[in-house]
T-cell receptor
Framework: AQTVTQSQPEMSVQEAETVTLSCTYD???????LFWYKQPPSRQMILVIR????KQQNATENRFSVNFQKAAKSFSLKISDSQLGDAAMYFC???????????WGAGTKLIIKP | KAGVTQTPRYLIKTRGQQVTLSCSPI?????VSWYQQTPGQGLQFLFE???????NKGNFPGRFSGRQFSNSRSEMNVSTLELGDSALYLC?????????????FGPGTRLTVL
C-alpha cells in the first residue's frame, strides 16, 4: 500500500525567508503524481504545486518549487520569500496513475513570523 | 467560473441519525471525490464518482454511501451516525483528463455528531 509521510508537524520561518517542507512516500508504482496542497484557517484546500513522476525536471510555481528525488522517494516543497499569507497547513499527497484517490500525509503547520 | 460548492456548510446531528451532504462540482467537471478530515485520522478518501458510477471506494463501513447525478452533482449519505463521524467532509471535482488533472476542493461541510 502506498503511504505518504510528513515528518515535520510544525515549521516556522521569518517573513521573507525561505523554508523547506519535507515529504517522503512509498510506492512500487511507476506511474504516479505528487501534489502539495495548502489549507489555510478557512479550511479551503488549495493546490500549490504538482509533479509528474515521469518528469525529471522539478516543478516550479512562482515562489514555490519542489525537490523531487524519485530514487529516494522524496518530494520536498521550498517556499521562497515567505509571506504572511503563506501561513497554513501544508499537505503532501500522492495519486497513482489515473486513479483519482489522493493519499495524504499528516500535514505540516507553517507559521510565518513577521 | 464558480468553484465547488458544498451544502450545508455546518451540520449538527445526534447519534443514530442519518445525514446527506451535497456537492456541486465546477461546471464541466465530471469526477467528484469525497474525503473525510479528522484530527486523529487526517485526510481519508471515501469514494470517487465519474459519470454516475462509483469508480473507487476507500476503507469505510457501509454506513457511508454516495451517488452522482447526471449533472455531475454528488451526494454522500451517512446512516446511523456515530460520534466518530464528526469531521470535515471535503468534496473535490476534476475534469477527468488523467495525468496531473487537478482536483479542486470545496469549502467542506463540518459535521458534528452529539
Amino acid at each position: 500500500a502506498q503511504t505518504v509521510t510528513q515528518s515535520q508537524p510544525e515549521m516556522s520561518v521569518q517573513e521573507a525567508e525561505t523554508v523547506t517542507l519535507s515529504c517522503t512516500y512509498d510506492t512500487s508504482e511507476s506511474d504516479y503524481y505528487l501534489f502539495w496542497y495548502k489549507q489555510p484557517p478557512s479550511r479551503q484546500m488549495i493546490l500549490v504545486i504538482r509533479q509528474e513522476a515521469y518528469k525529471q525536471q522539478n516543478a516550479t510555481e512562482n515562489r514555490f518549487s519542489v525537490n523531487f528525488q524519485k530514487a529516494a522517494k522524496s518530494f520536498s516543497l521550498k517556499i521562497s520569500d515567505s509571506q504572511l499569507g503563506d501561513a497554513a497547513m501544508y499537505f503532501c499527497a500522492y495519486r497513482r496513475g489515473s486513479n483519482y484517490q489522493l493519499i495524504w500525509g499528516a500535514g505540516t503547520k507553517l507559521i510565518i513570523k513577521p | 467560473k464558480a468553484g465547488v460548492t458544498q451544502t450545508p456548510r455546518y451540520l449538527i446531528k445526534t447519534r443514530g441519525q442519518q445525514v446527506t451532504l451535497s456537492c456541486s462540482p465546477i461546471s464541466g467537471h465530471r469526477s467528484v471525490s469525497w474525503y473525510q478530515q479528522t484530527p486523529g485520522q487526517g485526510l481519508q478518501f471515501l469514494f470517487e464518482y465519474f459519470s454516475e458510477t462509483q469508480r473507487n471506494k476507500g476503507n469505510f463501513p457501509g454506513r457511508f454511501s454516495g451517488r452522482q447525478f447526471s449533472n455531475s452533482r454528488s451526494e454522500m449519505n451517512v446512516s446511523t451516525l456515530e460520534l466518530g463521524d464528526s469531521a470535515l467532509y471535503l468534496c473535490a471535482s476534476s475534469f477527468f483528463r488523467g495525468g496531473t488533472d487537478t482536483q479542486y476542493f470545496g469549502p467542506g461541510t463540518r459535521l458534528t455528531v452529539l
